[in-house]
Nanobody, 116 residues
Framework: VQLQASGGGLVQPGGSLRLSCAASGSIFSGNAMGWYRQAPGNARELVAQITSGGSANYADSVKGRFTISRDGAKNTVNLQMNSLKPDDTATYYC???????????WGKGTQVTVSS
């Protein structure tokens, strides 16, 4: 399984970005795809995740600002980020976790920088 993320960049506070991640390989049903982020000196933290059934959950810090969605047919997950803040600056990683095996795969990170 491989994950390819795209869409990071530099944006001013209050701006928006959309991250996308495409999974390829043997993608079995019963999985969850998600986005994590890691800022320098901090641990990696969950931003949002969504199951293959469409159930989503978010970190409290992004609720109301970020929206996660997925296209099951294309095995892609998107993260629409609005009202971005400097605290959102981090490297963002997508992952896919298979419920049956418990195995998690990670993509390479994409940098998001929120700065004026």
């Amino acid at each position: 399984v491989q994950l390819q993320a795209s869409g990071g960049g530099l944006v001013q506070p209050g701006g928006s970005l959309r991250l996308s991640c495409a999974a390829s390989g043997s993608i079995f049903s019963g999985n969850a795809m998600g986005w994590y982020r890691q800022a320098p000196g901090n641990a990696r933290e969950l931003v949002a995740q969504i199951t293959s059934g469409g159930s989503a959950n978010y970190a409290d810090s992004v609720k109301g600002r970020f929206t996660i969605s997925r296209d099951g047919a294309k095995n892609t997950v998107n993260l629409q980020m609005n009202s971005l803040k400097p605290d959102d600056t981090a490297t963002y990683y997508c992952n896919i976790r298979f419920a049956f095996s418990g195995i998690t795969y990670w993509g390479k990170g994409t940098q998001v920088t929120v700065s004026s």
